[in-house]
């Protein structure tokens, strides 16, 4: 029997381990081929279910049918309509508002961009008062977003609603009277006065005398003073003055309002059929600090007018214009402030005197027409706006 060579047995056992290596290769390639597949199966079932999750969370509908309503100087209430099924899924509010200025009122945030107020979402329609430092009778254009709160703390917000514009109120009674109560501190000690005047130039009272019937007639008060007062722009009146200078107990000598001067008796204005209302307290970036009072008689539209919009004081017990009765009565006015009287019904030339003033007469700086109050001022101003 013929025994195999080593030389023969050396090549068979070469061929026999490259059999096996050839075979543990494919099993090797196999399982890494298999994982391959798991692993993209389990990540394509990850995108699916992302997907499905995103599919999920389905965007929010844009608030929309936008509604302001009980518009005060510093508060408003905000209500708007949504899709149903957002109502409980919505967590907070973005409320954005602005100044109207100009025509374009779409200056509003992007929607990954944080607005200026963000409130957990509740009950509407909702207040807003404290936000933002309100300015009395100013136009602001406000806008809504709603958004959900995810749990990396970032937000899925809708779009934002329509701009819509609205205007804030005047000063209410409460607001006035904190106004009031500022200028009580201020007023000062009483003198007696016996007339209340009004400057203007000789244009002016031709004008009474030929267009007019011989009447000063009310015009409407301007912006002067306090933005929120609630007489500017919406009561007539006459204006007066009745301080007097602290030497003589006569009006001062200079004007600002023109040569001319109308003076009539404190009595024929000031009486207990007349009543009295407290408007505004202000000043002009000066120490001196003015009071509108308004004179109306008692029954009459204007007397209507501030009844409803004006605190009303004591005519004979307040810190500005007092009347004393009695056989020669008495009339007194605040010292430390410049008192500004403003008479609601027409004024006839021929029940007073007309006469030139001895002093200077064009000292514009200290007119009041149109004058803007200083918001700086911590005597004059109160926390809900100019």
Known sequence: ????????????????????????????????TASVCEHFTSSSSQLLLNTEAMAEVELLSTPHNIQI?????????????MAHEDTSRVTHYFIDLSRKEG??????????????????????PMAV???WFLSPRTDYCVAVQTAIRQPDGDYQVSEWSQVVEFCTGDYSMVHLQQLLDKAETAAGRMLRFSVFYRNQSPEYFQYVRSECGGAMVPSFKDNSGSHGSPINGK???????????????LPPKDSPYGPLRFQISAER???????LYFADFYCMYTAYHYVVLVLAPAGSEGDSFCKSHLPQLDLTSNPFLTYT???????????????????TEPLLLEHGILAQISGRHQLMSLST??????????????????
Request: glycine fraction near 6%.
């Open 269 to 275: 204005l000031l009486n207990p059929s007349t009543n």
């Open 235 to 249: 009561l007539r009146g006459v204006f007066l003055c009745c301080n007097t200078e602290f030497d003589t107990g």
């Open 369 to 386: 027409a149109n004058a803007k109050k200083d918001p700086s001022c911590k005597v004059c101003n109160i926390s809900v706006g100019r």
């Open 1 to 32: 029997m013929r025994i195999p060579s080593l030389s023969v047995f050396i090549l068979v056992s070469e061929r026999a381990a490259v059999k096996e290596r050839k075979r543990r290769g494919t099993e090797a390639t196999l399982i890494h």
């Open 129 to 131: 008062r404290g936000h």
């Open 69 to 81: 309503s009980d518009v005060s100087c510093d508060s408003f209430r905000i209500t708007w309509e």
């Open 103 to 124: 025509s374009d009122h779409n200056r509003f945030k992007h929607r990954d961009v944080p607005t200026k107020l963000v409130t957990k979402a509740g009950p509407l």
């Open 325 to 343: 009765p009695g056989d020669a009565p008495a009339f007194c006015h605040a010292s430390d402030v410049i008192l500004e009287v403003l008479y």
